[in-house]
């Protein structure tokens, strides 16, 4: 019999308790998932290098793109899959190609993003429905979600996909018999959802805008806005009339079902009381002037009990049929929402659940399948719920990567700051903590000495690049494993721009030779078969080739030499060609874009582009990385490279920002401004687990946390709070025992809206 050795990260996504809205009764619980009742042990990622000098850049890196298989797992007891389910799913996580829209994955999403151009995932394919089964002969059912044997659950799985067609040995590209990380990752999306409910509440928290939104309105749970059932007395009325009872809130942990009516004789097990939202005339009575009736509907499917207005009968009352809802009887009335508010009343809102984030994991797995083929991969293993709440399905996707959770005691650190830290509900993506992006060598630090004065900029993190994204402070006496890190959290609006494109650098070691492309999925970019090309950054965004140029912009020549292994590109008219013309030993290939013309003043929001050129390597390299900034004919770099020319300006930004509000109403981050965070790693390139402390350095009780902390205003380490702007002037950083640091910083910008953020070391 072949056994499953499924070990591995034994991470659980959760979100943040600060998200619970207060005296609402709502709380986020993990999912009470099969695979999320086990506890298996610590899986830690294998680092390619100690942090050494680096400060841990380049710990964990992967390169290229991973090819992801999802399974959509159905249970017998749980609702069952959207029949548009896969192409929403599709569409939401690995992008489309007939019209540019937020994603996870592929062509400009949120990896590629993050990643500033160095790593993204693949569709290997989306199996299912696939159903579980009973197994004859045991005790349990095992069709059934609270019946499934969470020690084989990744194997049957995967072995159900692989019996359904899946052609898993097509991506053993190595032939060697074992599928491993970078071959094929797995996605297990299953059945089961939490809080896919009706909400009627007059909690303040869930009042809707007061202006209109385009689109549908969420609220931070993740709750759709859908209307004013009318108002009911306050809570605390005197002068509500005798008729009248209390409106109670009860809530069902197990199901996240929130469930508000006035009678209370009839409460279900399982419910607590929340507490009174007010008070609303009895059924019993006739109906009052200025009033309509309130009924309770029930979806077993779905755990869920409704208060609407909706009556049995009519239109209303078959779409509600049509997903499932039974009408079970008339609770009272409440009055009238097409007439003005009554005097003592509140407001009486209805809103609808998607589904929470409950609680996802990511796990190595160790299995064979039916076919021989050893899968010693990674597997997530999270609800069908994920369409509404991508930051799940994001923070373990980054594990994948070598992500490393920062969330901390509770579930509850670092909250939108982080993908790594507390989730978020909704459509929405944080991007990871710049230490997290630093291991995976998404980000490149630059590193200052505390104690050494001097202005300098942070690029936003939303911004397409990999330098000046990420500054680090450290003190010799404290060394290298622990620091301060500077990043600037960037919340003004991108929309989505189709006029630009990344223009990313690459190097070849074995050729020598730099070159820059706009090619993203499928070249050498992601090719992880051509290890001796490597993407090294994100330049900034060139304007399209395919559509007509832009006025003030020329055009990007690019150019060819099969002798020397050397690709030049300029914006030097004399290079001007066509496709496939030659010269000098280079053939033309393309324009690759229209840049800034240098001959003009740089616009806001640009890069200069500088060329370089090497004698010895034969080697000509175009590039914005700061430190290559230079003089042409005067500068140079070693061994023997001269700078040639400012060949124009590049734009830095982003298609979307995803740390802003890429797919809702909602912002990703609640803030924008200087993110100062504290970090402390081990050995390995692992932050370390210590006690967070307040300001005055006291550990505080129970919280014991990765290392890595947003400093807060407050001082109490392990927080998220808000960040710091120009207006509060010098801020002096202690260390976390509350000892000073000598690090003292002040914001210059006064615009946060600017992709770019001036601070200043005294």
Same mark, same amino acid.
């Given at each position: 019999?072949?056994?499953?050795?499924?070990?591995?990260?034994?991470? &659980?996504?959760?979100?943040?308790?600060?998200?619970?809205?207060?005296?609402?009764?709502?709380?986020?619980?993990?999912?009470?998932?099969?695979?999320?009742?086990?506890?298996?042990?610590?899986?830690?990622?294998?680092?390619a290098?100690?942090?050494?000098?680096?400060?841990?850049?380049r710990?964990?890196?992967?390169?290229?793109?991973?090819?992801?298989?999802?399974?959509?797992?159905?249970?017998s007891?749980?609702e069952?899959?959207?029949?548009?389910?896969?192409?929403?799913?599709?569409?939401?996580v690995?992008?489309?190609?007939?019209t540019?829209?937020?994603?996870?994955?592929?062509?400009?999403? %949120?990896f590629?993003?993050?990643?500033?151009?160095?790593f993204n995932?693949?569709?290997?394919?989306?199996?299912?429905?696939?159903?579980a089964?009973?197994?004859?002969?045991?005790?349990?059912?095992?069709?059934k979600?609270?019946?499934?044997?969470?020690?084989? !659950?990744?194997?049957?799985i995967?072995?159900?996909?692989?019996?359904?067609?899946?052609?898993?040995?097509?991506?053993?590209?190595?032939?060697?018999?074992?599928?491993?990380?970078?071959?094929? @990752?797995?996605?297990?999306?299953?059945?089961?959802?939490?809080?896919?409910?009706?909400?009627a509440?007059?909690?303040?928290?869930?009042?809707?805008?007061?202006?209109?939104?385009?689109g549908?309105?969420?609220?931070?749970?993740?709750?759709?806005?859908?209307?004013?059932?009318?108002?009911v007395?306050?809570?605390?009325?005197?002068?509500?009339?005798?008729?009248?009872?209390?409106?109670?809130?009860?809530?069902?942990? *197990? =199901?996240?079902?929130?469930?508000?009516?006035?009678?209370?004789?009839?409460?279900?097990?399982?419910?607590?009381?929340?507490?009174?939202?007010? +008070?609303?005339?009895?059924?019993?009575?006739l109906?009052?002037?200025?009033?309509?009736?309130?009924?309770?509907?029930?979806?077993?499917? +779905?755990?869920?009990?409704?208060?609407?207005?909706?009556?049995?009968?009519?239109a209303?009352?078959?779409?509600?049929?049509a997903?499932?809802?039974?009408?079970?009887?008339?609770?009272?009335?409440?009055?009238?929402?097409? +007439?003005?508010?009554?005097?003592?009343?509140?407001?009486?809102?209805?809103?609808?659940?998607?589904?929470?984030?409950g609680?996802?994991?990511n796990?190595g797995?160790? %299995?064979?399948?039916?076919?021989?083929?050893?899968?010693?991969s990674?597997?997530?293993?999270?609800?069908?719920?994920?369409?509404?709440?991508?930051?799940?399905?994001?923070?373990?996707?980054?594990?994948?990567?070598?992500?490393?959770?920062?969330?901390?005691?509770?579930?509850?650190?670092n909250?939108? !700051?982080s993908?790594?830290?507390?989730?978020?509900?909704?459509?929405?993506v944080?991007?990871?903590d710049?230490?997290?992006?630093?291991?995976?060598?998404?980000v490149?630090?630059?590193?200052?000495t505390?104690?050494?004065?001097?202005?300098?900029?942070?690029?936003?993190?939303?911004?397409?690049?990999n330098?000046?994204?990420?500054? @680090?402070?450290y003190?010799?006496t404290?060394?290298?494993?622990?620091?301060?890190?500077?990043?600037?959290?960037?919340?003004?609006?991108?929309?989505?721009?189709?006029?630009?494109?990344?223009?990313?650098?690459?190097?070849? *070691?074995?050729?020598?030779?730099?070159?820059?492309?706009?090619?993203?999925?499928?070249?050498?970019? %992601?090719? *992880?078969?051509?290890?001796?090309?490597?993407?090294?950054?994100?330049?900034?965004?060139?304007?399209?080739?395919?559509?007509?140029?832009?006025?003030?912009?020329?055009?990007?020549?690019?150019?060819?030499?099969?002798?020397?292994?050397?690709?030049?590109? =300029?914006?030097?008219?004399?290079?001007?060609?066509?496709?496939?013309?030659?010269?000098?030993?280079? @053939?033309?290939? *393309?324009?690759?874009?229209?840049?800034?013309?240098?001959?003009?003043?740089?616009?806001?929001?640009?890069?200069p582009?500088?060329?370089?050129?090497?004698?010895?390597?034969?080697?000509?390299?175009?590039?914005?990385?700061?430190?290559w900034?230079?003089?042409?004919?005067?500068?140079?770099?070693?061994?023997?490279?001269?700078?040639?020319r400012?060949?124009? !300006?590049?734009?830095?930004?982003?298609?979307?920002?995803?740390?802003?509000?890429?797919?809702?109403?909602?912002?990703?981050?609640?803030?924008? $401004?200087?993110?100062?965070?504290? @970090?402390?790693?081990?050995?390995?390139?692992?932050?370390?687990?210590?006690?967070?402390?307040?300001?005055? $350095?006291?550990?505080?009780?129970? &919280?014991?946390?990765?290392?890595?902390y947003?400093?807060?205003?407050?001082?109490?380490?392990?927080?998220?709070? &808000?960040?710091?702007?120009?207006?509060?002037?010098?801020?002096?950083?202690?260390?976390?025992?509350? =000892?000073?640091?000598?690090?003292?910083?002040?914001?210059?910008?006064?615009?946060?809206?600017?992709?770019?953020?001036?601070?200043?070391?005294?």
């Open positions: 019999m072949i056994t499953s050795n499924e070990r591995g990260f034994d991470d &659980e996504s959760r979100s943040a308790p600060e998200q619970r809205a207060s005296g609402a009764g709502m709380r986020r619980l993990a999912l009470l998932c099969l695979i999320l009742a086990t506890a298996l042990g610590v899986c830690a990622p294998s680092f290098q100690a942090p050494g000098d680096n400060f841990g850049y710990a964990t890196p992967i390169w290229g793109q991973i090819p992801v298989l999802t399974i959509l797992w159905q249970f007891d749980t069952p899959f959207p029949s548009d389910y896969r192409t929403t799913y599709s569409q939401l690995f992008g489309g190609t007939a540019l829209k937020p994603s996870l994955a592929g062509e400009l999403g %949120f590629d993003q993050a990643s500033n151009g160095s995932f693949a569709n290997a394919g989306i199996v299912g429905p696939l159903y089964r009973d197994i004859p002969g045991t005790a349990l059912d095992e069709s979600l609270a019946s499934a044997d969470p020690a084989t !659950y990744f194997t049957t995967s072995r159900a996909a692989e019996a359904a067609g899946f052609n898993f040995r097509a991506f053993d590209r190595n032939g060697d018999g074992t599928l491993t990380r970078d071959e094929l @990752v797995i996605n297990t999306i299953h059945s089961a959802r939490q809080s896919h409910e009706f909400i509440t007059t909690h303040p928290a869930w009042i809707p805008p007061p202006t209109p939104v385009v549908p309105v969420f609220n931070e749970l993740g709750y759709a806005f859908t209307r004013l059932l009318g108002y007395y306050r809570a605390d009325s005197s002068t509500s009339p005798t008729t009248t009872r209390p409106l109670n809130l009860w809530f069902n942990g *197990a =199901t996240g079902d929130n469930y508000s009516t006035g009678t209370s004789a009839t409460i279900p097990a399982g419910y607590g009381l929340v507490g009174a939202l007010g +008070r609303m005339f009895n059924p019993a009575a109906a009052p002037l200025n009033t309509v009736a309130v009924y309770i509907w029930r979806n077993n499917l +779905r755990k869920d009990y409704l208060l609407t207005t909706t009556s049995p009968t009519g209303e009352a078959t779409a509600l049929q997903k499932g809802y039974v009408f079970i009887r008339q609770d009272g009335f409440i009055f009238d929402p097409a +007439r003005a508010q009554p005097p003592g009343t509140v407001a009486l809102y209805l809103w609808e659940g998607q589904g929470m984030i609680g996802g994991q796990r797995i160790d %299995f064979t399948l039916a076919s021989g083929l050893r899968v010693r990674q597997s997530v293993s999270i609800a069908q719920d994920v369409i509404h709440n991508l930051s799940g399905l994001a923070h373990e996707m980054t594990h994948y990567a070598g992500g490393v959770d920062v969330y901390g005691a509770g579930f509850a650190k909250f939108r !700051y993908l790594m830290g507390a989730l978020q509900a909704g459509r929405r944080s991007h990871p710049p230490m997290n992006k630093i291991i995976a060598g998404w490149k630090p630059t590193v200052r505390i104690g050494t004065s001097g202005t300098f900029d942070i690029l936003a993190s939303a911004i397409s690049k330098e000046q994204k990420a500054v @680090v402070f003190h010799p404290r060394g290298n494993k622990e620091f301060f890190l500077l990043e600037y959290r960037y919340k003004a609006q991108l929309s989505a721009r189709t006029d630009i494109e990344p223009l990313y650098g690459l190097w070849n *070691a074995a050729t020598a030779d730099n070159w820059n492309t706009t090619s993203r999925i499928g070249g050498a970019l %992601f090719d *992880a078969r051509n290890p001796a090309a490597k993407y090294a950054r994100t330049d900034g965004f060139i304007f399209k080739a395919s559509l007509p140029r832009p006025v003030g912009t020329i055009p990007l020549y690019s150019w060819y030499n099969a002798s020397n292994g050397d690709h030049f590109s =300029t914006t030097n008219p004399v290079w001007a060609g066509t496709p496939f013309e030659t010269r000098g030993g280079y @053939v033309m290939q *393309a324009i690759s874009g229209y840049v800034h013309d240098p001959a003009r003043p740089q616009p806001p929001n640009t890069l582009l500088y060329s370089w050129f090497s004698p010895s390597r034969q080697d000509n390299f175009m590039t914005t990385d700061k430190g900034t230079g003089t042409p004919t005067v500068s140079t770099r070693a061994p023997d490279y001269t700078c040639i400012l060949e124009g !300006y590049l734009e830095q930004g982003a298609y979307f920002n995803y740390d802003g509000a890429a797919f809702t109403n909602l912002h990703g981050i609640p803030d924008a $401004g200087l993110a100062i965070w504290y @970090v402390k790693i081990g050995a390995d390139g692992i932050p370390l687990i210590v006690p967070a402390r307040d300001g005055s $350095g006291a550990t505080l009780p129970g &919280e014991i946390d990765r290392a890595v947003i400093y807060p205003r407050d001082r109490r380490y392990g927080f998220s709070q &808000e960040l710091f702007k120009q207006s509060d002037g010098i801020v002096t950083v202690n260390w976390p025992d509350g =000892t000073p640091s000598g690090l003292r910083l002040e914001v210059l910008t006064t615009d946060l809206t600017q992709p770019s953020l001036r601070v200043r070391a005294w």
